[in-house]
């Protein structure tokens, strides 16, 4: 089955500099990788999705690329601000219809 | 538009009680979703509905857990004989099968304590 792989499990940064996190995948047959946020005491949200038939996509300060020969993908954060703060969660599925396989996350704080 | 919501939010069992936990998804969606998320760790897939028809039960880890969802609506998890191991908050999601709108939306989970 798929496996996702996710670093760094920590991250620290000053507000207005840019994170980034980096993800691996296992299977071939995923198509559809969501990034979620989680703020704590709640479910997941989705923060941006990419499909496998497309290497990158930008919303305002957010943007992934996908490398699916590499099976690599990653989320890019910039001008940060404390309310970035969060888990976040990269993931793989095979369609966006299916279950989705998560990461362990990150832990994302933004230093003021 | 309410969301997904899910009761009760928390729940403290003694090893050994069974626990029932609910999830009400967004009106008119089609697929409900389990997952088990493990304290410092990614969700987890249990089992997967579509309308009253369970599809994929293969992320259940033992036959304690039961799922259902009747009336195509509402869904119960259910955990038989809870086990420490058990301890874990339990996320249900929803979402519809309209193409280029069908992201999952989470409700914000049932914390279980088994004692």
């Known amino acids: 089955g798929e496996n996702v792989e996710q670093h760094p499990s920590t991250l620290s940064v000053q507000e207005g500099d840019s994170a980034v996190i980096k993800c691996t995948y296992s299977?071939?047959?995923?198509?559809?990788f969501p990034w979620y946020k989680q703020e704590l005491g709640k479910g997941p949200q989705l923060i941006i999705d990419?499909?496998?038939?497309?290497g990158e996509k930008k919303d305002q300060r957010i943007a992934v690329t996908l490398n699916k020969t590499a099976k690599h993908f990653s989320l890019h954060i910039t001008e940060t601000q404390p309310e970035d703060s969060a888990v976040y969660f990269c993931?793989?599925?095979?369609?966006?219809?299916?279950?989705?396989?998560f990461g362990p996350g990150t832990s994302l704080s933004v230093i003021p | 538009g309410a969301g997904v919501s899910q009761s009760p939010r928390y729940k403290v069992a003694k090893r050994g009680q069974d626990v029932a936990l609910r999830c009400d998804p967004i009106s008119g969606h089609v697929s409900l979703f389990w997952y088990q998320q493990a304290l410092g760790q990614g969700p987890e897939f249990l089992t997967y509905f579509q309308n009253e028809a369970q599809l994929d039960k293969s992320g259940l880890p033992s036959d304690r857990f039961f799922a259902e969802r009747p009336e195509g609506s509402v869904s119960t998890l259910k955990i038989q004989r809870t086990q420490q191991e058990d301890s874990a908050v339990y996320l249900c999601?929803?979402?519809?099968?309209?193409?280029?709108?069908?992201?999952?939306?989470f409700g914000p989970g049932t914390r279980l304590t088994v004692l």
């Open positions: 999601a929803s979402s519809t099968q309209d193409r280029g709108r069908n992201e999952q939306f």
């Open positions: 990419i499909r496998s038939n497309v």
């Open positions: 993931a793989a599925s095979e369609t966006s219809y299916d279950k989705v396989i």
């Open positions: 299977d071939s047959a995923s198509n559809y």
